[in-house]
């Protein structure tokens, strides 16, 4: 393989972070090594940036996409999707997530922070959109969920952008009666008639 069409091919996939086996995806024949010696290469010219170990992106790399990948399931939500959809008016700069563990970390500028949550949560992908086939992204109502889950006790600024009928068929995914009664407590307990 010619050096340009390595670099080429990256920058003509999609997506905008990646790990080495996202690497060796593009390139089925080569050997890792070989790959690994070709990423360290265009890490030193700078045209692949390596923000965090084992993490290779683009210049000008989607944010929300890393935020997917340093940990491992993961996907965006709880406040930063709540704040997207009007339903938080506090701005927090942070990128929020739910994953198998907790942890906040800065990278480059830029701060994630993870929130534990159930792994069989985790896994059930109802209400978890993919966002340009590359970001893994909770619905506003999927996140209204986890964060009550999460926190007995929170304040939301504005509840109307929020499909009621969406909840209710969200809520069996958290298998818990203080989830149920919370929300209840929030939306009123009409089983959240809306549409």
């Known amino acids: ?3 340009n069409n390595f670099i080429l091919e990256i920058y003509k996939d999609k997506r905008t972070v990646f790990t080495l086996p996202d690497i060796a995806m593009l390139f089925p024949v080569e050997n890792i090594k070989y ?5 360290g290469y265009y890490v030193q010219t700078k045209k692949l940036l390596n923000p965090r170990k084992g993490i290779y992106t683009k210049s000008g790399y989607n944010s929300l996409e890393l935020a997917n990948i340093l ?8 406040e ?5 959809a009007g339903v938080l008016f506090q701005y927090d700069s942070r990128i929020t997530s739910v994953s198998y563990l907790s942890r906040e970390l ?7 922070l993870y929130r534990r949550i159930k792994e069989e949560i985790i896994m059930d992908r109802t209400g978890i959109l993919q966002v340009n086939d590359t970001v893994n992204m909770a619905t506003p109502e999927r996140a209204f969920l986890d964060l009550l889950y999460l926190n007995k006790s929170l304040y939301f600024d504005n ?4 499909k009621r009928q969406i909840i209710k068929q969200l809520l069996p995914i958290y298998n818990s009666a203080a989830l149920l009664d919370r929300t209840d407590k929030l939306l009123g307990n009409d089983r959240y008639q809306q549409a």
Not at 35 to 39: I, M, P
Not at 106 to 112: A, E, I, K, Q, R
Not at 159 to 162: T, Y
């Open 159 to 162: 509840l109307q952008p929020l």
């Open 106 to 112: 800065n990278v480059d500028g830029t701060s994630f």
């Open 80 to 84: 930063y999707v709540l704040q997207q």
């Open 71 to 78: 940990y491992t399931p993961s996907y965006i939500s709880l």
């Open 35 to 39: 790959l690994s010696d070709r990423v």
């Open 1 to 3: 393989m010619e050096k």
